[in-house]
Each structure stands twice: as C-alpha cells, then as structure tokens.
T-cell receptor
Framework: GIQVEQSPPDLILQEGANSTLRCNFSDSVNNLQWFHQNPWGQLINLFYIPSGTKQNGRLSATTVATERYSLLYISSSQTTDSGVYFCAVGYTGNQFYFGTGTSLTVIP | DTAVSQTPKYLVTQMGNDKSIKCEQNLGHDTMYWYKQDSKKFLKIMFSYNNKELIINETVPNRFSPKSPDKAHLNLHINSLELGDSAVYFC???????????????FGQGTRLTVV
C-alpha cells in the first residue's frame, strides 16, 4: 500500500500564530484530502487537493504531486483549530490511506 | 441533511454480544467503506464496497461481517464482541467512477464502540 507520513506529530501554538503541516506519500495518487478531527471525533473535510493550491479562509493547502508531498497552512490560529489533522491519499478509490496525523493544540 | 450518517453514535455492550452499526449515504456515491480508528488515532480500512460488491476485505476477524443491501447502505455486524474491538468505527463514501479527477471521501460522524 501507499505509505503516508505526516509531520510534525504534535504541535502546540499560541493563539494567533501560523503553522505548516506536511504530508509525504510514497506513490502516485489521484486523490489527496486533508481532514480535521475535532475534539468531538468528527472528521471534517478541509480540502480535496490532488494537485495545486486552494484556500479557504485562514486555511490553505498546496500539493506538489510530482514531488509527492502536500502542505496545509493554518494562519492566525484559533482555539477552535485544535484537534488532529489527517492527510489521506488514494489512487483506485478502493481505499484511502491515512497518515498518523498531526495533533494540534492552540492555547489562548 | 447529513451526507453520511451512522447509527448509533455510542455503543456500550458486554463481551460476547452481537451488535450492528448502520450507515447510510445520500450522496449517490458508488463506493462505501468501513474504517477503524484505534486508540492511537490511526485510521485503517476494514472493508470497501463498490455498487454492493465487496472490493476490499482487509485482515479483519470473520466476526465482522459487512452487508450492503443497496448502494446507499453499508451496515457492519459484529459477532461475539471482544474487549479488543473497542474503537471508533467510521463509515465513508465516495464516487469512484467519475468523468475526471479522483474520488473524494466523505465520512460519517463515527460510532464509539466500548466493550466491557
């Protein structure tokens, strides 16, 4: 299967700070998604981004498919951004391979 | 309207019992999945179904049996529950066969199963 590595594993930020989360994957994919698992356990779709750059408010993501990595940027972080951020990739659609996640804590 | 809905959200049961988790999607997707999230938060595929046909069946004890009565539903039945089955189970769906682009997955809210 496709190997997915995320870094850093843990991140603690002061409210208002910016951060960059990274996702490396081992093979060609035609699907890459970023999810936020909130403290209630829900997996929230952030971006569907197999290539290119997208922005949604304070969040943006960039995937460089040829170099097999994706970055998630969080600007002006808020306490509600806390949770675990997952990267998931796939090719055939038969399954999505998840990274081990980045646990983000934003302190006021 | 919830795109992918699972019930129940919480399930507490005794060892040895049989239980089911239901999943429904109203997105018109052709593929549905069950994922297990362990205590370390790792998400691992259990099963995937495309148009009611089993596509992926990972190394899962045969006490776990998925059933897909139609494209919009994928239920998970678990026999003889064990302590180690305690986890969060997520249902998901995607449209695999598209004119362009890869599939995008949408997840249900999860079912937290606790076996005591």
């Amino acid at each position: 299967g496709i190997q997915v590595e995320q870094s850093p594993p843990d991140l603690i930020l002061q409210e208002g700070a910016n951060s960059t989360l990274r996702c490396n994957f081992s093979d060609s994919v035609n699907n890459l998604q970023w999810f936020h698992q909130n403290p209630w356990g829900q997996l929230i779709n952030l971006f569907y981004i197999p290539s290119g750059t997208k922005q949604n408010g304070r969040l943006s993501a960039t995937t460089v498919a040829t170099e097999r990595y994706s970055l998630l940027y969080i600007s002006s972080s808020q306490t509600t951004d806390s949770g675990v951020y997952f990267c998931a990739v796939g090719y055939t659609g038969n399954q999505f391979y998840f990274g081990t996640g980045t646990s983000l804590t934003v302190i006021p | 309207d919830t795109a992918v809905s699972q019930t129940p959200k919480y399930l507490v049961t005794q060892m040895g019992n049989d239980k089911s988790i239901k999943c429904e999607q109203n997105l018109g997707h052709d593929t549905m999945y069950w994922y297990k999230q362990d205590s370390k938060k790792f998400l691992k595929i259990m099963f995937s179904y495309n148009n009611k046909e089993l596509i992926i069946n990972e190394t899962v004890p045969n006490r776990f049996s998925p059933k897909s009565p139609d494209k919009a539903h994928l239920n998970l039945h678990i026999n003889s529950l064990e302590l180690g089955d305690s986890a969060v189970y997520f249902c998901a769906s995607s449209q695999v066969y598209r004119r362009q682009g890869g599939p995008e997955a949408f997840f249900g809210q999860g079912t937290r199963l606790t076996v005591v």
